[in-house]
């Protein structure tokens, strides 16, 4: 089992920036590829950026340029590094670990950014 603490949301305006961390506990050694999605109200949950172990990483077309994602294996920790924030970029953030042919993985408990205009 992999437990999966999330931090760092909170409301911001437009323009500004916000790290979220997700950390890790458990056996994380079958985890290969740690993402961070996200639901806005009245959406699907959607995929906003992911890193394999290899560091291979992936963005949303919406976040690209402005969002960064990177972890820190010695913390069992992922960050999400957001700039550049549009309203639209409000929803409950969720982290998410899994294996490569893991279809679910594991998620954390959300946190919620708001970005006022």
């Known amino acids: 089992q992999v437990q999966l603490a999330e931090s760092g949301g909170g409301l911001v305006q437009a323009g500004g920036s916000l790290r979220l961390s997700c950390t890790a506990s458990g056996s994380i050694f079958s985890i290969n590829v740690m993402g961070w999605y996200r639901q806005a109200p009245g959406k699907q949950r959607e995929l906003v950026a992911d890193i394999t172990t290899g560091g291979t990483t992936k963005f949303a077309d919406s976040v690209k340029g402005r969002f960064t994602i990177s972890r820190d294996n010695a913390k069992n920790t992922m960050y999400l590094q957001m700039n550049s924030l549009k309203p639209e970029d409000t929803a409950v953030y969720y982290c998410?670990?899994?294996?490569?042919?893991?279809?679910?993985?594991?998620w954390g408990q959300g946190t919620q950014v708001t970005v006022s205009s």
């Open positions: 998410n670990f899994r294996g490569f042919t893991d279809s679910v993985g594991y």
